[in-house]
């Protein structure tokens, strides 16, 4: 079976094409392993999938091997008469309801019954070798599918239009990186003169001052503490475009989310002030944060990613038209306005890295920042022309009065050059420099070269430092204590002192409106919903696939179990052409939880860490955003399957059996977001999925009946399991009223001792266990014949049903397991979300 799903997860270019399929396929090989529906009994037009169906084959081995030379006495409902008075009669006893039963015998044998499921013990070592088949064929099918991958970026980038556009663009465009470098290089050209104007006058500009003091981080490992931060000190003024810089490990990026406050572990000492204060409660929206991967709903136009974040981190007080025409300012300042209304996708289906980083950019500056911009590694992945083009920005940024910090590994000179001030850390986060960088990085030349460590003439200085400090020109020396002991370090931390104190001394810069987030719940709820829903109707793989499943899953159930008819068998087919119904989530639920995860990492990554909405509005847009679907899912399997099969066409009975299935589609839909709400990757959910699927259906009363639950798992796992009542409420509304018709094959035959009548000599049976039983002509002295079922209501007391009413009882239960799944999700999510760790 690993083989199997590994060759359809290699035929498909997409997960939510594997999943359609393999879903499909785990209904399907389960329904024609031959138990569920005998071979004799499956539809000529579905019966050559019993052939080709590895399962089949591995299943008749099993069993054959388990039941060879068995004999099986029959006991219970299963035998008739039995109970007190019939203790000692063998040869006046028959068996019922058992496959592969003789007439008159109270006792079947292991190869009579696996002949009754076309299985034989001649069969396994046949099937082994069968099995072993199938598993080369489907490795050579993956080697062949493998071989022919092409990843999406060989193509290229590609611009993507929503597809409610689409009429309006005849083709997507291929995208021509060079023309469109032209474009902006001559719209530059025309209008250069006034551009920087437009910055001055467009732009919010910073008036807080932001310091940092004494910072000390430190995480606990298993060896022990680890400090990641050791000592660090710095500032950043509106108007001023720093530089943290440090080789690999040095502990940049780890300075910069603990300044932002992203960190949820650790212990961080020191102090983060804005203008000689605490850091307000709304710091972590007031402060914009670019992440170094690019992280963004890959559904979203460009536009509606920056008019997302205006909406949500702008005060709640301006104006939408307001916060929605600063978007188109600052979509004309990142010169995006050529492809503002393409989708963001995904890197080779979609923008390129260098405009996902302006998109990034522009995320966090339609916000309009107050305090400062932190960016991590925003010339990361970029080609020579576009990190310029984009530290050119961010010059502009500083230059109009905006505070800018940013971590840069090993910049070139040029764009070293277009910084002010330079925090330069060694391994273990331990101060090496900070202060001016100077014209052409002249002043931090001077501190090297004074300490003996001169650059050399047409070296690039950032490479210079980070090698002196950290590399092969280290001369061994301990460069944080030649930084502590130096006069620059006494300058600069009087200077810091000075501008705390200043700052403490004035009314503070930026107003502090005392809320975690800019709107109200009930906004963020209202937008995060809208976006998910606008997200989940352009991802046409997900819709088409979850659909195309339930379509394809309702009508190969419904033609297999095709118009079941009265007798005692077909008690059982109503029963497990149900119980298949039950293996629609499998599939589903694989698809839904990678958009899940991939959603919850883009709240993790970005959108939680900058108070942009609450998790209470994520996780409420993501089950909004699901039931418009889930809805016509459970339309579109009950009327291709409820009808097929001939289930009871009266309304209280199908209406019952539709708000059943309705439910079902919430609670499988909230098992799925739970686990994800909580599993760290989708690895991890993928494999707890069947242990919970697997569970519940094991212990619903189906694979094995109540009475033979074990009594550990009886009590309480039975009770507790939302399929039990599933399978209990639509089990009732299609079976209690129908009236069973045993066949010729299915009477329980025998003749009753010492020439007495059948109804004499089943009298005391008939008044007890037998009570429900069909009892055929009653003075006959011989031959007689016993139905095991009058109705489908005696079929249902062996599946512990007692009453009409447990359809109704079950029925609201399912509904209350849909609205507990939802409030797991809540729940977990909540367990997870972490809070960011403050000074102490």
């Known amino acids: 079976m690993t083989a199997l799903f590994r060759a359809v997860g290699a035929l498909f270019t997409t997960f939510d094409g594997a999943s359609k399929v393999s879903g499909f396929l785990i209904s399907a090989l389960i329904m024609y392993t031959g138990y569920m529906i005998t071979k004799p009994q499956m539809h000529p037009w579905f019966g050559w999938i019993y052939w080709i169906n590895p399962l089949a084959y591995g299943f008749d081995a099993l069993l054959s091997s388990e039941f060879h030379n068995k004999i099986i006495p029959c006991v219970g409902t299963n035998l008739i008469p039995t109970g007190p008075g019939y203790e000692n009669v063998p040869n006046h006893q028959s068996c019922a309801g058992v496959g592969g039963a003789i007439q008159g015998n109270n006792y079947v044998t292991g190869d009579q019954y696996l002949a009754s499921l076309s299985y034989s013990h001649n069969h396994v070592w046949r099937n082994f070798g069968i099995l072993w088949a199938w598993w080369a064929l489907f490795v050579a099918v993956t080697i062949i599918a493998t071989s022919r991958w092409k990843a999406a970026s060989e193509s290229g980038n590609t611009l993507l239009i929503p597809r409610e556009r689409l009429d309006k663009h005849s083709q997507v465009a291929r995208f021509d990186e060079e023309s469109q470098v032209n474009e902006k290089e001559k719209k530059?050209?025309?209008?250069?003169?006034?551009?920087?104007?437009?910055?001055?006058?467009?732009?919010?500009?910073?008036?807080?001052?932001?310091?940092?003091?004494?910072?000390?981080?430190?995480?606990?490992?298993?060896?022990?503490?680890?400090?990641?931060?050791?000592?660090?000190?710095?500032?950043?003024?509106?108007?001023?475009?720093?530089?943290?810089?440090?080789?690999?490990?040095?502990?940049?990026?780890?300075?910069?989310?603990?300044?932002?406050?992203?960190?949820?572990?650790?212990?961080?000492?020191?102090?983060?002030?804005?203008?000689?204060?605490?850091?307000?409660?709304?710091?972590?929206?007031?402060?914009?944060?670019?992440?170094?991967?690019?992280?963004?709903?890959?559904?979203?136009?460009?536009?509606?990613?920056?008019?997302?974040?205006?909406?949500?981190?702008?005060?709640?007080?301006?104006?939408?038209?307001?916060?929605?025409?600063?978007?188109?300012?600052?979509?004309?300042?990142?010169?995006?306005?050529?492809?503002?209304?393409?989708?963001?996708?995904r890197v080779g289906a979609g923008l390129s890295v260098e405009q996902r980083k302006r998109v990034t950019i522009g995320v966090e500056l339609v916000s309009k920042p107050s305090i400062l911009i932190f960016l991590d590694e925003p010339t990361s992945g970029l080609d020579g022309q576009s990190a310029y083009n984009t530290v050119r920005f961010l010059r502009k940024l500083a230059d109009v009065g905006q505070a800018v910090l940013v971590t840069i590994h090993q910049p070139s000179?040029?764009?070293?050059?277009?910084?002010?001030?330079?925090?330069?850390?060694?391994?273990?986060?331990?101060?090496?420099?900070?202060?001016?960088?100077?014209?052409?990085?002249?002043?931090?030349?001077?501190?090297?070269?004074?300490?003996?460590?001169?650059?050399?003439?047409?070296?690039?200085?950032?490479?210079?430092?980070?090698?002196?400090?950290?590399?092969?020109?280290?001369?061994?020396?301990?460069?944080?204590?030649?930084?502590?002991?130096?006069?620059?370090?006494?300058?600069?931390?009087?200077?810091?002192?000075?501008?705390?104190?200043?700052?403490?001394?004035?009314?503070?810069?930026?107003?502090?409106?005392?809320?975690?987030?800019?709107?109200?719940?009930?906004?963020?709820?209202?937008?995060?919903?809208?976006?998910?829903?606008?997200?989940?109707?352009?991802?046409?793989?997900?819709?088409?696939?979850?659909?195309?499943?339930?379509?394809?899953?309702?009508?190969?159930?419904?033609?297999?179990?095709?118009?079941?008819?009265?007798?005692?068998?077909?008690?059982?087919?109503?029963?497990?052409?149900?119980?298949?119904?039950?293996?629609?989530?499998?599939?589903?639920?694989?698809?839904?939880?990678?958009?899940?995860?991939?959603?919850?990492?883009?709240?993790?990554?970005?959108?939680?860490?900058?108070?942009?909405?609450?998790?209470?509005?994520?996780?409420?847009?993501?089950?909004?955003?699901?039931?418009?679907?889930?809805?016509?899912?459970?339309?579109?399997?009950?009327?291709?399957?409820?009808?097929?099969?001939?289930?009871?066409?009266?309304?209280?009975?199908?209406?019952?059996?539709?708000?059943?299935?309705?439910?079902?589609?919430?609670?499988?839909?909230?098992?799925?977001?739970?686990?994800?709400?909580?599993?760290?990757?989708?690895?991890?959910?993928?494999?707890?999925?069947?242990?919970?699927?697997?569970?519940?259906a094991s212990f619903c009363g189906v694979m094995v009946p109540y009475q033979q639950i074990q009594a550990f798992w009886r009590y309480w796992i039975y009770w507790m399991n939302p399929f039990n009542y599933l399978m209990g409420s639509m089990m009732t509304f299609t079976i209690f009223d129908v009236d069973v018709k045993c066949k010729d094959s299915e009477y329980a035959l025998f003749d009753p001792p010492n020439g007495s009548t059948c109804g004499e000599y089943l009298t005391e049976f008939m008044q007890g266990m037998g009570a429900r039983m069909n009892l055929l002509d009653a003075d006959a002295t011989s031959g007689c014949r016993v139905c095991q079922y009058t109705r489908g209501s005696d079929y249902l007391l062996s599946v512990n049903l007692m009453d009409y009413y447990y359809g109704w009882r079950d029925a609201a239960i399912v509904a209350l397991f849909a609205l507990s799944s939802y409030a797991l999700v809540y729940v977990l999510m909540k367990l997870r979300t972490k809070a960011s760790k403050q000074a102490e």
């Open 188 to 345: 530059r050209n025309d209008g250069s003169s006034q551009e920087g104007d437009d910055l001055d006058n467009q732009l919010v500009r910073n008036t807080s001052v932001f310091t940092w003091k004494n910072l000390t981080y430190t995480v606990k490992t298993p060896t022990g503490d680890r400090v990641l931060l050791d000592n660090v000190y710095g500032w950043v003024k509106p108007g001023m475009l720093g530089a943290l810089m440090g080789s690999s490990g040095a502990g940049k990026t780890t300075l910069l989310d603990v300044l932002a406050q992203r960190k949820t572990e650790g212990t961080i000492h020191g102090s983060i002030m804005v203008d000689g204060r605490p850091l307000p409660v709304s710091f972590q929206r007031s402060a914009g944060y670019c992440e170094q991967l690019d992280v963004h709903e890959p559904f979203a136009t460009v536009r509606e990613a920056l008019e997302f974040s205006a909406l949500l981190r702008q005060p709640r007080d301006v104006p939408d038209d307001e916060k929605l025409k600063y978007v188109d300012t600052i979509i004309e300042l990142l010169e995006l306005h050529d492809i503002a209304d393409t989708l963001i996708g």
């Open 413 to 696: 000179a040029q764009l070293f050059a277009e910084f002010d001030t330079l925090l330069l850390l060694a391994k273990g986060g331990k101060m090496v420099y900070f202060g001016d960088i100077g014209d052409n990085g002249q002043t931090v030349k001077d501190y090297f070269g004074r300490y003996g460590a001169a650059c050399p003439p047409g070296v690039n200085p950032a490479e210079h430092m980070i090698d002196v400090v950290s590399g092969t020109l280290s001369q061994g020396r301990d460069w944080n204590k030649v930084w502590l002991e130096s006069p620059e370090n006494q300058r600069s931390i009087e200077e810091l002192d000075r501008i705390i104190s200043d700052a403490a001394s004035k009314p503070p810069g930026t107003f502090d409106d005392g809320r975690e987030f800019a709107t109200s719940l009930w906004t963020q709820i209202k937008l995060v919903s809208q976006r998910m829903c606008v997200a989940l109707y352009r991802n046409t793989d997900y819709v088409n696939n979850k659909l195309a499943l339930h379509v394809g899953s309702a009508l190969f159930n419904g033609f297999s179990f095709w118009m079941i008819s009265d007798t005692v068998h077909s008690m059982q087919l109503r029963l497990f052409t149900i119980f298949n119904f039950i293996f629609v989530a499998p599939g589903v639920i694989n698809q839904l939880q990678p958009l899940f995860l991939e959603r919850r990492d883009i709240y993790d990554a970005r959108e939680k860490k900058s108070k942009m909405y609450s998790w209470v509005a994520f996780v409420t847009a993501l089950i909004v955003s699901e039931i418009p679907y889930l809805c016509l899912c459970a339309v579109l399997y009950f009327a291709c399957w409820y009808y097929t099969v001939g289930f009871p066409t009266d309304s209280n009975k199908s209406g019952a059996v539709f708000f059943v299935m309705l439910m079902y589609e919430f609670v499988y839909t909230g098992i799925g977001q739970f686990i994800s709400a909580y599993a760290p990757n989708a690895i991890f959910a993928s494999l707890i999925n069947p242990v919970i699927i697997g569970t519940l």
